[in-house]
């Protein structure tokens, strides 16, 4: 039956405002039906609890009829292991027993039909003893129906996880030993949105996404106001969370308060979000002010991709962990010192480079760690670094697993906002929540997804139940400063088995950006200070190091390549476009063989640069030796290139620029040649053509001479 189900359905998961904007689909060739749950109240089972409430619609979907759709609620033995934990977020089938009897949802539902759900449990007599004992239950949303030309089975379900603080009726009882935990809030943007940054020039978007992520009901936006909301309400709550911002993100939205463009295929164009820019910035730095803040990698850079850019150079990997100085700048407030918080466990590599770049803590997953440190820290063997485990279980839980093969039941987790349910039942597990025996750890340092993706409704659920659990000493505050002030709890070395495929950087965009590496190295090797701009090459390059940083995010995981380097190479040409050779705007005549070439040549950066001219296409013309040229800063003129025409007539040239290590300058100009003269290899090889004519005749002459004396003599 399930096989059956599982070959034609899927089921989505919607859960709006509790759950808001929350879907689940089951990834099944022919899906035919979508249930949409606008609710799931409560959240939290406790002693007052007197219901459980689910509600929502039922859609079908596909193109044949579902007869006696029904729904019931079910729910499976309490969670005593991670696996039993694992089981529920992945959606695998575990053994449960109905709450309810089955709800008719409608007696039919023709193809594109809705019919509302709506199942409510009372929490009482033998429903109540359920939910007895305090634990993490598995609670799942079970939909059966007939589809047409088929039998009955079980179309889809929802598994997901209820945390259950005391049996509904029961007495509540003393807690002791609770776990610390500290939360961090991370605000980083879906993508890099810049497009463009060049020096002394506005910057210029990708597109006006992030105006709106940062206003309304944009992402950005949710996670600031439901923090600011709740942290004023909740003391323990503020206590315990540190905000992780991106430096790249804030930089980004800095410009946009002084007005930025936009790029369209037709031109630049006046970007809308100046006014959102200036509120959101404003709101952010109410929220962190005097708060616990550690920074993110500069658009949350693969650290790993970096050092495989630029193989044995650790700069780029410096370049992202500095970005203290520029949290502080825009955002007001100091970043935990040395503090990073980087995806994924660090390699040997990655880890040498930034104790290099004065990192002393690295936050980080707990599965490569070894020995494993039970929440207290591990300072790695042969370097200062201490890495500090983020629960790999938690934030599993609200990231989202993958799915069970083959397996009916659609784990709400691998959706944005429903995942927070799970977040909430894997944080209560971890606390020790119903469980008796194992090892509980002294701490939690809980870690969303970096670009967790809800409403400000459900952030805010989430934000206050955490509370609530705070309030009911399931878990205790602690601030990450505190956190950092125990010593380790171990020493040991990072398990490193080299890149894991699946979260890596794609080899084509790290080879990209190596080449754009190379190119913009050469351009600022070619690069001279002017002592009037007094600007230094590298600040002119520097948007090509940033860009290489967008282009190595975390952010372009799963995305087309093209769209990592779009930066990189934009900011390369930007710099490249302003060293100019000028299109005539008539025909040039060389007044003779050897007439020097004028070439128009504009700088507009506040460097001088050097470079070299080439002639392509020129199979009429013949320059001197190649050699350096230097342009001065900011200004323009003509340089005569001394050429040698070959060839008289009409034709054509095409001159560029590039620099000596060969980046090309500009785009090449095509030169429409006029020449009267001869070059002097024409005007000897039209002598030496003439010399051979005239002995040619002249042979001819004698022979014919000799040839008429000869029978005059003979007539004679």
Same mark, same amino acid.
């Given at each position: 039956?399930?096989?059956?189900?599982?070959?034609?359905?899927?089921?989505?998961?919607?859960?709006?405002?509790?759950?808001?904007?929350?879907?689940?689909?089951?990834?099944?060739?022919?899906?035919?039906?979508?249930?949409?749950?606008?609710?799931?109240?409560?959240?939290?089972?406790?002693?007052?609890?007197?219901?459980?409430?689910?509600?929502?619609?039922?859609?079908?979907?596909?193109?044949? #009829?579902?007869?006696?759709?029904?729904?019931?609620?079910?729910?499976?033995? #309490?969670?005593?292991?991670?696996?039993?934990?694992?089981?529920?977020?992945?959606?695998?089938?575990?053994?449960?027993?109905?709450?309810?009897?089955?709800?008719?949802?409608?007696?039919?539902?023709?193809?594109?039909?809705?019919?509302?759900?709506?199942?409510?449990?009372?929490?009482?007599?033998?429903?109540?003893?359920?939910?007895?004992?305090?634990?993490?239950?598995?609670?799942?949303?079970?939909?059966?129906?007939?589809?047409?030309?088929?039998?009955?089975?079980?179309?889809?379900?929802?598994?997901?996880?209820?945390?259950?603080?005391?049996?509904?009726?029961?007495?509540?009882?003393?807690?002791?030993?609770?776990?610390?935990?500290?939360?961090?809030?991370?605000?980083?943007?879906?993508?890099?949105?810049?497009?463009?940054?060049?020096?002394?020039?506005?910057?210029?978007?990708?597109?006006?996404?992030?105006?709106?992520?940062?206003?309304?009901?944009?992402?950005?936006?949710?996670?600031?106001?439901?923090?600011?909301?709740?942290?004023?309400?909740?003391?323990?709550?503020?206590?315990?969370?540190?905000?992780?911002?991106?430096?790249?993100?804030?930089?980004?939205?800095?410009?946009?308060?002084?007005?930025?463009?936009?790029?369209?295929?037709?031109?630049?164009?006046?970007?809308?979000?100046?006014?959102?820019?200036?509120?959101?910035?404003?709101?952010? #730095?109410?929220?962190?002010?005097?708060?616990?803040?550690?920074?993110?990698?500069?658009?949350?850079?693969?650290?790993?991709?970096?050092?495989?850019?630029?193989?044995?150079?650790?700069?780029?990997?410096? #370049?992202?962990? !500095?970005?203290? !100085?520029?949290?502080?700048?825009?955002?007001?407030?100091?970043?935990?010192?040395?503090?990073?918080?980087?995806?994924?466990?660090?390699? !040997?590599?990655?880890?040498?480079?930034?104790?290099?770049?004065?990192?002393?803590?690295?936050?980080?997953?707990?599965?490569?760690?070894?020995?494993?440190?039970?929440?207290?820290?591990?300072?790695?063997?042969?370097?200062?670094?201490?890495?500090?485990?983020?629960?790999?279980?938690?934030?599993?839980?609200?990231?989202?697993?993958?799915?069970?093969?083959?397996?009916?039941?659609?784990?709400?987790?691998?959706?944005?906002?429903?995942?927070?349910?799970?977040?909430?039942?894997?944080?209560?597990?971890?606390?020790?929540?119903?469980?008796?025996?194992?090892?509980?750890?002294?701490?939690?340092?809980?870690?969303?997804?970096?670009?967790?993706?809800?409403?400000?409704?459900?952030?805010?659920?989430?934000?206050?139940?955490?509370?609530?659990?705070?309030?009911?000493?399931?878990?205790?505050?602690?601030?990450?400063?505190?956190?950092?002030?125990?010593?380790?709890?171990?020493?040991?070395?990072?398990?490193?088995?080299?890149?894991?495929?699946?979260?890596?950087?794609?080899?084509?965009?790290?080879?990209?950006?190596?080449?754009?590496?190379?190119? !913009?190295?050469?351009?600022?090797?070619?690069?001279?200070?002017?002592?009037?701009?007094?600007?230094?090459?590298?600040?002119?390059?520097?948007?090509?190091?940033?860009?290489?940083?967008?282009?190595?995010?975390?952010?372009?995981?799963?995305?087309?390549?093209?769209?990592?380097?779009?930066?990189?190479?934009?900011?390369?040409?930007?710099?490249?476009?302003?060293?100019?050779?000028?299109?005539?705007?008539?025909?040039?005549?060389?007044?003779?063989?050897?007439?020097?070439?004028?070439?128009?040549?504009?700088?507009?950066?506040?460097?001088?640069?050097?470079?070299?001219?080439?002639?392509?296409?020129?199979?009429?013309?013949?320059?001197?030796?190649?050699?350096?040229?230097? /342009?001065?800063?900011?200004?323009?003129?003509?340089?005569?290139?001394?050429?040698?025409?070959?060839?008289?007539?009409? /034709?054509?040239?095409?001159?560029?620029?590039?620099?000596?290590?060969?980046?090309?300058?500009?785009?090449?100009?095509?030169?429409?040649?006029?020449?009267?003269?001869?070059?002097?290899?024409?005007?000897?090889?039209?002598?030496?053509?003439?010399?051979?004519?005239?002995?040619?005749?002249?042979?001819?002459?004698?022979?014919?001479?000799?040839?008429?004396?000869?029978?005059?003599?003979?007539?004679?």
């Amino acid at each position: 039956m399930k096989r059956f189900a599982a070959a034609f359905l899927s089921v989505l998961f919607l859960a709006v405002p509790a759950l808001a904007g929350a879907t689940v689909a089951q990834a099944q060739e022919g899906a035919r039906l979508r249930i949409d749950l606008a609710g799931l109240s409560p959240r939290v089972i406790t002693q007052s609890s007197t219901a459980l409430t689910v509600t929502g619609t039922v859609t079908n979907t596909g193109d044949r #009829r579902i007869t006696k759709p029904q729904v019931r609620l079910q729910v499976g033995d #309490r969670a005593t292991t991670e696996r039993g934990v694992g089981d529920v977020l992945s959606g695998a089938v575990v053994k449960d027993t109905p709450l309810t009897d089955f709800t008719p949802v409608a007696d039919v539902l023709e193809p594109g039909q809705s019919a509302p759900l709506n199942v409510t449990v009372p929490l009482t007599g033998p429903r109540a003893e359920r939910f007895a004992r305090p634990g993490v239950y598995p609670l799942l949303v079970n939909v059966n129906g007939t589809p047409e030309f088929g039998g009955a089975a079980r179309l889809g379900a929802v598994s997901m996880l209820m945390p259950v603080l005391t049996g509904p009726g029961k007495q509540a009882t003393s807690r002791s030993g609770a776990p610390s935990m500290t939360l961090l809030w991370p605000l980083t943007g879906n993508v890099p949105h810049v497009y463009a940054a060049p020096y002394g020039n506005p910057v210029v978007l990708a597109d006006d996404r992030l105006a709106d992520e940062i206003s309304g009901d944009g992402r950005l936006n949710a996670l600031v106001t439901s923090a600011a909301s709740t942290a004023r309400s909740n003391a323990n709550l503020a206590k315990s969370m540190c905000f992780a911002l991106d430096p790249d993100l804030l930089a980004t939205v800095d410009a946009m308060t002084r007005g930025y463009l936009v790029h369209t295929d037709t031109g630049n164009v006046d970007g809308k979000g100046v006014e959102a820019a200036k509120a959101w910035l404003t709101e952010l #730095r109410a929220l962190v002010g005097g708060r616990c803040v550690v920074a993110l990698p500069f658009a949350d850079a693969d650290l790993d991709a970096l050092t495989r850019i630029r193989p044995g150079d650790t700069s780029l990997v410096t #370049r992202a962990a !500095a970005g203290a !100085a520029t949290v502080q700048q825009v955002a007001g407030v100091t970043p935990q010192t040395g503090v990073l918080w980087p995806d994924g466990t660090p390699s !040997a590599a990655v880890l040498t480079a930034l104790s290099d770049a004065g990192v002393r803590t690295v936050l980080t997953d707990a599965g490569k760690l070894a020995p494993a440190a039970a929440g207290g820290g591990l300072t790695v063997q042969g370097s200062s670094v201490r890495l500090q485990p983020t629960d790999s279980l938690i934030s599993a839980a609200l990231a989202g697993v993958p799915t069970v093969p083959g397996s009916v039941t659609v784990p709400a987790s691998t959706e944005r906002a429903v995942a927070s349910q799970n977040g909430l039942g894997a944080l209560a597990f971890r606390a020790g929540l119903g469980v008796t025996g194992g090892q509980r750890p002294d701490h939690l340092l809980v870690a969303p997804p970096r670009r967790w993706d809800a409403s400000a409704g459900e952030f805010t659920a989430y934000l206050q139940q955490v509370g609530d659990f705070l309030n009911a000493g399931l878990v205790t505050a602690t601030g990450l400063t505190a956190l950092l002030a125990a010593a380790p709890e171990a020493s040991g070395a990072v398990g490193d088995g080299g890149p894991d495929p699946a979260r890596s950087i794609d080899a084509a965009v790290v080879s990209t950006l190596a080449d754009l590496d190379d190119k !913009a190295t050469g351009l600022a090797s070619a690069m001279q200070l002017d002592p009037t701009k007094r600007v230094k090459p590298d600040d002119v390059v520097e948007p090509v190091r940033l860009a290489e940083l967008r282009g190595a995010s975390t952010a372009w995981r799963g995305l087309p390549a093209d769209a990592a380097t779009t930066n990189a190479q934009a900011e390369l040409a930007a710099i490249s476009g302003r060293v100019t050779v000028s299109q005539p705007k008539q025909t040039i005549a060389l007044a003779s063989g050897n007439s020097p070439l004028p070439v128009y040549v504009s700088n507009d950066l506040p460097v001088g640069i050097n470079a070299r001219f080439s002639l392509d296409n020129n199979t009429g013309l013949r320059p001197e030796e190649a050699k350096d040229w230097f /342009f001065p800063a900011s200004g323009g003129k003509n340089y005569f290139l001394p050429v040698e025409a070959l060839r008289a007539g009409r /034709f054509s040239v095409d001159v560029s620029l590039s620099t000596p290590t060969g980046t090309q300058l500009g785009s090449p100009a095509r030169f429409e040649l006029t020449s009267t003269e001869y070059g002097a290899i024409t005007i000897i090889a039209t002598v030496a053509a003439g010399v051979a004519l005239l002995l040619l005749a002249s042979r001819r002459i004698y022979r014919r001479v000799k040839d008429a004396r000869a029978g005059r003599d003979v007539v004679a």
